[in-house]
C-alpha cells in the first residue's frame, strides 16, 4: 500500500499514513470499511486527545494500525496476558498503559501494565492461566 507523509499538529513531526482501499464493486456501498487513514506513527505521544490526522480519539487510530495488516514505524511493545475474550494466554500489542490488542481475537482488553526503564512493557497482574 502506498505511504504517504503527512504533517501532524498533535506529535509535531511528519508522520506516515496510508489510505485503506475503497471497497471493490462486490461490497455493499453501505459498509464503512474502507478510504480510511491508518497513522503509522501512532505510539504513546498519542496520549488521549484527538487524533488530527482521522478527527477520533487516538486510541481509535491505534485500534485500526493494530488490527490492519501495516508494519508501524516503531515495532509493536508485546506483553504476554491471558485475553479476557478468548481466554488464551496470548500476546498483546500495547496501544498504551492500559490497553492492549490481542494478536490472536483482535479483542481490546483493558491491561495494568508498568513501563519499564528501556521503554518496554510487562503486564503488572491479569487473570493466571
Ligand atoms: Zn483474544
Redesign the pocket.
Known sequence: MNKHMTYCSHCQKDVQFVVTPSPGHHAHANLPDGSQVVCLDFGTACDGNLCPLSGLPAIVMGIRLARSEEERVEPWSVVHAV????S?P?EFKVLNAETGL?T????V?RLALLKLDDGSYIAASGKTP
Open positions: 485475553c479476557e475474550e478468548c488464551f496470548t490481542c490472536v481475537c483482535g479483542s482488553n
